[in-house]
């Protein structure tokens, strides 16, 4: 048995190592997705943040290509919709997300906290894989997040 | 032990830390590990109270001191210590426990906005029945209200004066609740937090009333995890006044309004130079700290957070 904590990392890991072979520019758009990711949730709620994603990558998709999936913002909506149960490699994400506005309360919740959950995961590896931070600039070089800002 | 409760209403954004965290937010609020749900740490207030009762303090001098046991009045000092614990420095000379005992804020109402009536007091039948078990134990029997039924699902209670529902529907964030009104317990409970919180504020005490709900559980837990306040901050570059390489964050905040609700236990003093009783104790400290007072709970008060009603009172009452 494996927590799900585990399994989130397993699948986080292999998902933003694929990302590894793409270029500069590729990267830092799939990072900053993956940042701005869970915050957006918080602000907006999990069907409007897809929906955004899913627009994003329609609007930068290639010719003759369906959804945008190819696009960073494409790729990592796929990522994160593979932990949703509604998810199918086969659907559109119009018909996903369809799937999701006519799902009962009680399930749109348990997608909303997978979804953080799963994110948190993607966030940490962009970070320590690909090497990026929530502001799109290298980790290298820069101090980590909120450190010594939680005072007067 | 002598007991009583507090209330701390939440004027702005409140940032009860517990310092960098890993999750969704970089600097999250403190949860309480069992339940997810938002509390503001006891140390934290007891910080607070300390320093607004410092007889050294500017403005202090509508403290009073007070009497131990034998009848002997006591410097002001000293009455402090027996209730706070020594200073740091005086500690090492001789240290004690003082005798307050203040605990966790735990959340009671949470506000959410809503389509009718700018936002909702929203709680849920669990939150309700800790708070009556708290009140059982100050008051020694079960309060005199009662707890409206509600099962999982997509309906609320709200009180008869509710200016939150329309044609029998709520607005909450993105969800909606049919509503459920004409309950005698709802009604009551609304009543005795709006005095509790509220007192001799007849026009607060009915906003109070006109957007209290109870929601189910399960949906009360998602909105405490979901429907808190995330900021993010940046820090600018002196002199370019650009964004500073990795200086942005997160920030999660308790919403202007909410309500929380907390315990004070008060044993005897445990100072060599005061023989106060729990009882003398406690009187004097509610007596020092008055009616309710303007306080500054949390971090990040430079930037606006924090400030607070704090609210002695009863529970049940």
Request: no cysteine.
């Given at each position: 048995m494996q927590t799900r904590q585990q399994k989130d990392a397993l699948q986080a890991l292999g998902d933003v190592q694929s990302?590894?072979?793409?270029?500069e520019e590729f990267q830092k758009s799939y990072a900053t997705a993956v940042h701005r990711f869970p915050f957006l949730i918080r602000q907006n709620g999990l069907q409007q943040t897809l929906a955004f994603y899913a627009g994003k990558a329609h609007a930068k998709k290639k010719e003759?290509?369906?959804?945008?999936?190819?696009?960073a913002e494409g790729q990592f909506l796929d990522q994160i919709l593979k932990?949703?149960?509604?998810?199918?490699?086969?659907?559109?994400y119009v018909d996903v997300l369809g799937k999701l506005a006519k799902a009962d309360l009680q399930s749109y919740m348990l997608h909303t906290r997978r979804c953080l959950e799963v994110a948190i995961w993607y966030r940490r590896f962009v970070e320590s894989?690909?090497?990026?931070d929530a502001t799109g600039?290298?980790?290298?070089q820069t101090t980590d997040r909120g450190e010594n800002h939680d005072g007067a | 032990m002598e007991t009583m409760c507090y209330y701390i209403h939440a004027l702005t954004a409140l940032h009860a830390g517990t310092g960098q965290?890993?999750?969704?937010?970089?600097l999250p609020i403190a949860r309480e590990k069992s339940t997810g749900l938002p509390i503001v740490p006891g140390s934290g207030i007891k910080g607070v109270l300390r320093e607004e009762l410092?007889?050294?303090?500017?403005?202090?001098?509508?403290l009073q001191p007070c009497e131990d046991s034998d009848g002997n009045t006591k410097e002001k000092e000293q009455c402090w210590e027996a209730l706070f614990g020594p200073t740091a420095q005086d500690a090492e000379k001789g240290g004690f426990a003082g005798a307050l005992n203040i605990q966790d804020a735990q959340l009671l109402c949470l506000p959410v906005r809503s389509v009718?009536?700018?936002f909702a007091w929203v709680t849920c039948p669990f939150i309700l029945e800790r708070y009556r078990r708290d009140s059982k134990q100050i008051v020694g029997t079960s309060p005199d209200w009662g707890m409206p039924c509600l099962e999982d699902g997509e309906k609320a209670w709200v009180t008869?004066?509710?200016?939150?529902?329309?044609k029998e529907k709520v607005f909450l964030e993105d969800l909606d609740f049919d509503v459920l009104k004409n309950n005698g317990n709802v009604n009551t409970l609304a009543d005795k937090i709006a005095a509790a919180i509220f007192p001799n504020d007849d026009t607060w005490q009915r906003f109070f009333k006109e957007r209290f709900m109870i929601i189910p559980d399960n949906v009360f837990s998602f909105l405490a995890e979901t429907a808190t306040e995330v900021r993010a901050r940046i820090k600018l570059k002196e002199g370019t006044r650009t964004v500073e390489k990795g200086a942005l964050w997160y920030e999660e905040n308790l919403p202007a309004e909410t309500l929380l609700w907390g315990m004070i236990g008060c044993d005897r003093?445990?100072?060599?130079?005061h023989t106060g009783t729990a009882k003398d104790l406690m009187k004097h400290f509610q007596e020092q700290i008055g009616a309710e007072k303007g306080l500054q709970i949390g971090g990040n008060a430079t930037v606006g957070r924090g400030r607070v009603r704090w609210v002695p009172g009863q529970l049940g009452a």
């Open positions: 990302i590894l072979g793409k270029g003759n290509e369906q959804d945008g999936r190819s696009t932990t949703l149960s509604l998810y199918r490699a086969d659907l559109k894989v690909l090497k990026i600039t290298s980790t290298e | 965290g890993v999750g969704v937010v970089d410092n007889p050294s303090n500017a403005g202090a001098d509508d009718y009536g700018v008869d004066d509710s200016k939150i529902d329309e003093s445990r100072s060599e130079n």
